[in-house]
């Protein structure tokens, strides 16, 4: 399974503008996906995003998120256990983490140069209830690339996916820690919230990004957010 995945994101190509930044679908073999969907953990394992102190306690109250820690997978019924312990090994493993970085090798040395930088992983499942949507951001300034993959069991939710933005001031940049008002951006793509999809950016003073409001929804926005980060 590993191997598929990295090889199908290793070929996808890099766009640019406006802040690098790619989309592939079918990035896990098919019949894995279906073992994967077929695995989600109940929603009762989620507590809200605020717990790990990734926003202030009381916003972003639609957004709740199961940490792929060991420690916190040791807490999973069995089955759930193995098959999402198997998966996170997988995807925090060295190799992965090499190839992630590859993928982004130019932005890598634009920003950090010869300097010399440790990196871990953080790997973790979301899943976004009713009217729930984030502002343009940057991200945290720790933060060096994010891979989102998104996990709905159909397409009904196509519409739903990450949006990037362009700021309507062409100057205006930012470090990261602040999301942005809506109207101050234009929006310049959104990545379809298909199923067995994966979107992958860079993160960069200008790589501005978020979710309009989902609405009104019978089953929660789930996806799986890997990011590597600066220790």
């Not at 196509?158 to 951006?185: N, Q």
Request: aromatic share 14%; glycine share 6%.
């Amino acid at each position: 399974m590993i191997d598929h995945v990295m090889e199908r994101i290793g070929k996808a190509p890099v766009k640019k503008e406006p802040f690098s930044h790619f989309y592939l679908d079918q990035v896990f073999p098919d019949d894995f996906y279906q073992e994967l969907i077929d695995s989600f953990p109940d929603l009762s394992e989620f507590q809200p995003i605020s717990m790990d102190g990734a926003v202030r306690k009381g916003t972003y109250v639609q957004r709740v998120c199961l940490s792929l820690e060991k420690e916190r997978l040791a807490q999973l019924p069995f089955g759930h256990r193995m098959f999402w312990s198997r998966l996170a090994e997988s995807l925090t493993c060295e190799p992965f983490m090499a190839m992630a970085v590859k993928k982004f090798e130019e932005e890598m040395n634009e920003r950090f140069g010869d300097e010399k930088i440790w990196l871990h992983s953080n790997l973790g499942l979301v899943a976004d209830n009713s009217d729930y949507s984030i502002g343009p951001h940057t991200d945290h300034p720790q933060k060096v690339l994010t891979l989102l993959f998104y996990l709905p069991r159909t397409k009904g939710q196509k519409r739903l996916g990450t949006s990037i933005y362009r700021p309507v001031d062409p100057t205006f940049r930012c470090e990261g820690l602040r999301h942005h008002p809506f109207d101050g951006f234009t929006k310049v793509y959104t990545a379809p919230f298909a199923p067995n999809s994966v979107f992958g950016f860079f993160k960069s003073d200008r790589s501005f990004h978020g979710v309009e409001s989902i609405g009104a929804q019978t089953s929660p926005r789930y996806s799986m957010s890997y990011q590597l980060m600066q220790k």
